[in-house]
T-cell receptor, first 112, second 114 residues
Framework: GENVEQHPSTLSVQEGDSAVIKCTYS??????FPWYKQELGKRPQLIID?????GEKKDQRIAVTLNKTAKHFSLHITETQPEDSAVYFC???????????FGTGTSLTVIP | AAGVIQSPRHLIKEKRETATLKCYPI?????VYWYQQGPGQDPQFLIS???????DKGSIPDRFSAQQFSDYHSELNMSSLELGDSALYFC?????????????FGPGTRLTVL
């Protein structure tokens, strides 16, 4: 099955700096890569996603890049704000079946 | 906009008891997923249903079963509860039955087994 690895597990940045979280996946059949933000005790919420036919996608301060050849994708958050502090999960979904395989999460702390 | 509804939000059970968690997907969504998330862990996929049929199976223990009903709501039945079953259980829904579409998560049910 698919194996998703995520780094780093914790990340602290100063407010206004950029944050980058990286994920790798193993199954070349994976074709959908969402990123979820989860605040403590709350539900995961989709912040951005990318499909395998696209190399980069941007939504305001958030961007995701995908390298299918290398099987890795990254989340970039620019001009970080304290409210960006949360756990971020990447996920991969192969086109066989419909489950998401989640990374182990990155706890992001933005220091005011 | 309507979101995924889960009930109950909190549940406390004793070891060896049974529990039933309910999930009501977003209207018109035909696919439901169940995830288990332990403290500090990523969500672990348990099982999914598309059009009332099981569509994918993950790390769901044999003590658990689930189904999707004609109105598309789903129930996760958990028997012979163990301490290790204490976790947040999320239900998510999507439209289309494939892994290519956004999954919308419910607020979760926090299960505590004493």
């Amino acid at each position: 099955g698919e194996n998703v690895e995520q780094h780093p597990s914790t990340l602290s940045v100063q407010e206004g700096d950029s944050a980058v979280i990286k994920c790798t996946y193993s199954d070349s059949a994976s074709n959908y890569f969402p990123w979820y933000k989860q605040e403590l005790g709350k539900r995961p919420q989709l912040i951005i996603d990318i499909r395998s036919n696209v190399g980069e996608k941007k939504d305001q301060r958030i961007a995701v890049t995908l390298n299918k050849t290398a099987k890795h994708f990254s989340l970039h958050i620019t001009e970080t704000q304290p409210e960006d502090s949360a756990v971020y999960f990447c996920a991969a979904s192969p086109n066989t079946g419909n489950q998401f395989y989640f990374g182990t999460g990155t706890s992001l702390t933005v220091i005011p | 906009a309507a979101g995924v509804i889960q009930s109950p939000r909190h549940l406390i059970k004793e070891k060896r008891e049974t529990a039933t968690l309910k999930c009501y997907p977003i209207p018109r969504h035909d696919t439901v997923y169940w995830y288990q998330q332990g403290p500090g862990q990523d969500p672990q996929f348990l099982i999914s249903f598309y059009e009332k049929m099981q569509s994918d199976k993950g790390s769901i223990p044999d003590r658990f079963s689930a189904q999707q009903f004609s109105d598309y709501h789903s129930e996760l039945n958990m028997s012979s509860l163990e301490l290790g079953d204490s976790a947040l259980y999320f239900c998510a829904s999507s439209l289309g039955g494939t892994g290519y579409n956004e999954q919308f998560f419910g607020p979760g049910t926090r299960l505590t087994v004493l």
